[in-house]
């Protein structure tokens, strides 16, 4: 999955570049894809605290860059871009201080005793997205093995449970501690790799 700056000028530039109802982006650009590409964009304007990423497919082409449609499980990213484009939101602590990449990485974790096998999803260097069918509860203490994909050691990492997802794609969100562990210093370096080469492919 290759990763798409996009940087607007002004807040009202990507305002007016973005549909809400459609959930589609138009991003100036002279970077070429393909329909049905998946790619991951970074968005860029002014007073906006980082650089938040959405995952999005390329629906075609205009004069001077690419349509894109906005993958629907970044809303809340959307949401937030929207907010503070348009001044609504000023306090921007409560959304996410790491960048998270979608990946597909396997991953151990301790439940009840028992050791499972899943896949990590949505990863950062400050947590994750496990999928499970039977979440452990908010606020439990579990330790992760997630397999780097370019060593055979796994990365061990400790968190504290920080939300559940029931129904649909169920899982549970992880917040990491320690950060300046060993494999905690690798995740970050992994994920920096994967930014600078532009091809983001955690699986």
Known sequence: MRLLTLAYPAASDFLAAYD??????????KTEAT???????????????NRPLLRAVCRGTFAGGLRLELDRGDAETSEFLVKVAKGEMTDH?????????????????AMDGVRKSSQVEDLSAGGCFVRA??????????????????????????????WVRDGKDPGFGVEFDAPETPDGKRLRMLLRKAVGSGDIDLE
């Not at 809400?20 to 650009?29: E, F, V, W, Y």
């Open 35 to 49: 329909s049905g590409e998946q790619l991951l964009v970074e968005i860029a304007f002014p007073k906006l605290p």
């Open 93 to 109: 602590a409560k959304h996410r201080e790491h960048k998270r990449f979608p990946s597909a990485l396997p991953v151990q974790y």
């Open 133 to 162: 069918d039977r979440p452990p509860p908010v606020g439990a203490i579990i330790a992760l093995d997630i397999q780097s994909p370019d060593e055979n050691q796994p990365m061990h990492l400790t968190g504290q449970v920080a």
């Open 20 to 29: 809400d109802a459609s959930r589609t982006l138009l991003a100036q650009t």
